[in-house]
């Protein structure tokens, strides 16, 4: 099984709602990444955690507030959040953290489509 | 300047036109990979190069990795309407995985 599933395949939310995406893998995996993706744009990286601890966030504005409860989940904690925060939100996983330059394989879930009014 | 150029970035074909994809770099890389992605989907990853000057098929798709291993192209023959997507090329650098700014593919029948 290959799968990383998410959940909501859709969301809209106000700017003063809290809501909460939801990433699942089953592979055993032990890096999992949450990604931001602009109509017709290559996914921007936000998280990465690795073994379960958070090691990179990119800068990302604290509306975003990652979370994994476990190995095999990463959740993505939104509040008040602004309308160009309007995007495919994309969760991954790979086996390890990619290290020494060379790259892991990462599978992707279907993404959540999120829209901001 | 971007880390990985891509070019076209944009690419509309008649079904059985063959075309090529390419993804270039000041940088020396120890691998590369390919990703597609369909409309409402998430990246799929169809290959991983490794060493300048190798050649992958997969079907279709012939993906080349540069000789001095900074630069890399996805030809397609006879391009399908199914091989319509977003072609991204990928490394690791700073142990992140960053994406070219990707070729948007059409294939009409």
């Known amino acids: 099984d290959t799968e990383v599933t998410q959940t909501p395949k859709h969301l809209v939310m106000g700017m003063t709602n809290k809501k909460s995406l939801k990433c699942e893998q089953h592979?055993?995996?032990?890096?999992m990444y949450w990604y931001k993706q602009k109509a017709k744009k290559p996914p921007e990286l936000m998280f990465v955690?690795?073994?379960?601890?958070?090691?990179i966030n990119e800068s990302v504005p604290s509306r975003f507030s990652p979370e994994c409860p476990n190995s095999s989940l990463l959740n993505l904690h939104l509040h008040a959040l602004q309308p160009e925060d309007s995007a495919l939100y994309l969760c991954?996983?790979?086996?390890?953290?990619?290290?020494?330059?060379?790259?892991?394989?990462?599978?992707f879930g279907p993404g959540t489509r999120l829209l901001v009014l | 300047t971007q880390l990985l150029e891509q070019s076209p970035q944009f690419l509309s074909i008649q079904e059985g036109e063959n075309l090529t994809v390419y993804c270039n770099s000041s940088?020396?890389?120890?691998?590369l990979q390919w990703y597609r992605q369909e409309p409402g989907e998430g990246p799929v990853l169809l290959v991983t190069?490794?060493?300048?000057?190798e050649v992958k098929k997969l079907k279709r798709l012939t993906f080349q990795f540069g000789d001095a291993r900074k630069d890399s192209s996805l030809h397609i023959t006879a391009a399908q309407p199914g091989d319509t997507g977003l072609y991204l090329c990928?490394?690791?650098?700073?142990?992140?995985?960053?994406f070219g700014a990707g070729t948007i593919l059409r294939v009409k029948s």
């Open positions: 990928a490394v690791i650098y700073g142990n992140k995985l960053v």
């Open positions: 940088s020396v890389f120890s691998s």
């Open positions: 991954a996983s790979s086996q390890d953290p990619s290290t020494s330059g060379y790259v892991e394989t990462q599978y």
């Open positions: 592979m055993g995996h032990r890096a």
């Open positions: 955690y690795s073994y379960e601890k958070l090691s």
């Open positions: 190069v490794v060493t300048g000057g």
